[in-house]
């Protein structure tokens, strides 16, 4: 494919479409939805870290005036464990289970039943009605705890080894020999880390609508990152054809990951149909906190061998990471980007899936990839530090660049890496001096990252309405940009004013199949799609020119919004805009229109490096960030400022992480700060202003250059934070988070 360079749209901050809505309140969330008839559901939840179900009886929550439906796991469809039935990379087995208990409650929180009421004080009465019978069983929190010889066991078909084990998976990735390549090496550090779960954080908690006819014509309105997968998913665990069920996305509150999976829109299905009415269901923010996914914590012991001049020869990592309680942690993230970003001869990279009393986790950007670079990033400073190497040089010194083969698999083909650390190093924020101030400790940090990035399914239709203006329709939720970034494509392909195109998102009866918002795959694929149906449009544009001046349409050209003879052989004929060939459509053919239906292939890993400044009150032991230059190869910038925005928004979430957040759990194995009092996100008083610079390397597999941008922004950070504090301390903090607590605990005299 040929990239475009010399554009007027692509690169340029527009407007984006659905500001003005959000700013001003207009916008309809899945929470604002409503239906005449419309019903309220809630969720009893188990109290219980680990407890088997002995019976359930809702006779008393089904008298209680008002209760229109109680439904559990009996009405979910059961999917035996085993037989794997995969959905994208979910395997139904451990859905069924994770939206509804069935043998057993597996964490505080655990759905056991659901009730639908005409309104949600009834539901929740109805719900403290439902009497459940628990055997309760011991459980574990910890990955060490989950590990061990006697540990109780979630599931005892899952098997490790020959025998039952809370291990549900491993995976490994290796490259030349680990043994050989230590021998090689003349110093060698190794170092193990531990990090807590996180949670993803969206500030919209789950929601839908749901109504279903005497017919099975089902209507879902949720807030997603797919509506082809809450099609799916909800079809899987509730037995209605796929084909019976439209699926309709909102305006979405944040994802970040965590609205990959479904939750609600099963058991606000099978209560609409129990009860013949819509029902409506929104989680509290402690629901959200306590049962949806947040990423996992993880124990991790990462090796690196170098020679006295600076070459790694050697690194080998091990990855334990939580999957909550039932398998599915991101262990493929972490094997696979922690050493990616170097040219390594010899890597053993090996993840283990551990399962442990805690919610299911679900994605949180670049899933994995934080957790190794963190530990991979930590043990090369102090291998920089031990070679007396600058940390960007020894980065430098064995920077992957096109040619180098990647653990996990690939051979890279030109990329920016190399590009981000040049820039960095040049960056006036790496040549400042640190600023020293009384009682406050400063320090400095650098790390980078990778990010697999991911095609897949897409569809788009490109629509030329009646006044000559454009209608694209995409099948994926936007969360980081989409339909600015598309409409600027669209607008640059056409040769007109990017205000004249309207970027829509299809539902499942309007569009294509599309896959999940996610993986940073949507702008790159969604743009192959949009591009290919704009093309076909812009040929139907110059056969109808043609038809009008009676020449060849290979005699007509497209340009600046309007069709011109292709030179002067071809006649000298006034241009045709836009407008004017849709106005003389009905005459000339009928309605203007093309649409693209793709796997789309050919997306290219990210990488970024960060720099980071910390400044450490030492009678508090609050470090806090003053300063963070956020480096990222970006492909290809077709909306800068919502790239921007993202390589902000993944810093803001990383500081959070390394900083102040971690779920807290009490001594009876239940989440203790389930809300945002307790759990500490950043707030803009705990940020500095967060710089970017955005290298831009095109992929030449995409006709614009785009590579996904959303995952890489998170992956370097806490290890650049935490890289900050020992350049601040001279101590290394090897846990998140580096909480007040930790960090006083290490200033105390030994």
Known sequence: MNVVTNNKWIGERTIRPDGADKVTGRAAFAADTTMPGMIWGKVLRSPHPHARIRSIDTSKAEALPGVKAVVTARDVVDFPIDKSVMLGIQDMRWMCRNVMAREKALFPGHPVAAVAATTEAIAAKACELIEVDYEVLPWSIEIEDAIKPDAPILHEFLKFEGKPSNIAG??????????????????????????????????????????????????????????????????????????????????????????????????????????????????????????????????????????????????????????????????????????????????????????S??????????????????????????????????????????????????????????????????????????????????????????????????????????????????????????????????????????????????????????????????????????????????????????????????????????????????SPNAGQFEPLTLAELAEKAPQMGGPIGAGVQLNTEGAEGGFGTHICDVEVDVELGIARVVRYTAVQDVGRAIHPGYVEGQMQGGVAQGIGWALNEEYIYTRDGKVDNPGFLDYRMPVCSDLPMLDTVMVEVPNPKHPQGVKGVGEVPLVPVMAAVANAIHNALGKRFYSLPMSPPKVLEALEPT
């Open 357 to 566: 009393n805690r919610s299911k986790v679900a994605a949180y950007r670049a899933p994995g990839a934080p957790i190794g670079a963190y530990a991979v990033e930590c043990v090369l400073d102090e291998l920089a530090e031990a070679l007396k190497i600058d940390p960007l040089e020894l980065r430098l010194k064995n920077a992957a660049k096109q040619g180098t083969k990647a653990a996990h698999g690939p051979v890279f083909p030109r990329i920016g890496y190399i590009e981000t650390l040049e820039a960095a190093k040049a960056h006036p924020h790496y040549q400042a001096p640190l600023a020293k101030l009384q009682g406050k400790l400063q320090g400095r940090g650098v790390a980078s990252g990778f990010w697999f990035n991911a095609g897949g399914e897409s569809s788009a239709q490109v629509n030329i309405t009646e006044d000559g203006n454009v209608a694209v329709t995409t099948g994926h939720p936007d969360i980081g940009g989409s339909r600015a970034a598309i409409a600027n494509i669209c607008a640059e392909l056409l040769g007109i004013d990017y205000r004249r195109v309207s970027v829509l998102i299809g539902d499942t009866a309007t569009i294509g199949f599309s896959n999940l918002t996610g993986g940073s795959r949507v702008l790159f694929a969604s743009a192959m799609v949009v591009t290919q149906s704009a093309e076909k449009v812009i040929t139907t544009l110059r056969e109808r020119a043609a038809k009008i001046w009676e020449i060849d349409p290979e005699a007509v050209k497209w340009e600046n919004g309007a069709a011109h003879p292709a």
């Open 170 to 355: 491993r995976i490994e990735v290796k490259k030349g020999d680990i043994a050989q390549g230590f021998a090689a090496a003349e110093i060698v550090v190794e170092r193990s880390f531990t990090t807590r779960p996180v949670h993803q954080g969206y500030i919209e908690p789950h929601a839908c609508l749901v109504s279903v006819g005497a017919d099975n014509k089902t209507t879902i309105w949720s807030s997603s990152q797919g509506q082809f997968m809450v099609r799916a998913m909800t079809a899987h665990l509730t037995g209605i054809s796929q084909s019976d069920i439209r699926a309709i996305p909102a305006e979405i509150g944040g994802g970040f990951g965590g609205k990959t999976i479904v939750y609600l829109e099963p058991l606000a299905t099978l209560l609409a149909k129990k009860s013949g009415r819509p029902v409506k269901m929104v989680m509290t923010r402690e629901e959200v906190m306590r049962a949806t996914g947040p990423t996992s914590g993880s124990k991790s012991t990462v090796k690196i061998g170098a020679t006295r001049d600076g070459r790694i020869v050697a690194a080998q990592g091990t990855f334990y990471l939580q999957a909550g309680a039932l398998p599915g942690s991101p262990i493929r993230g972490a094997v696979g980007c922690s050493f990616s970003c170097y040219d390594i001869p010899h890597v053993l990279s090996v993840g283990f899936d551990v399962l």
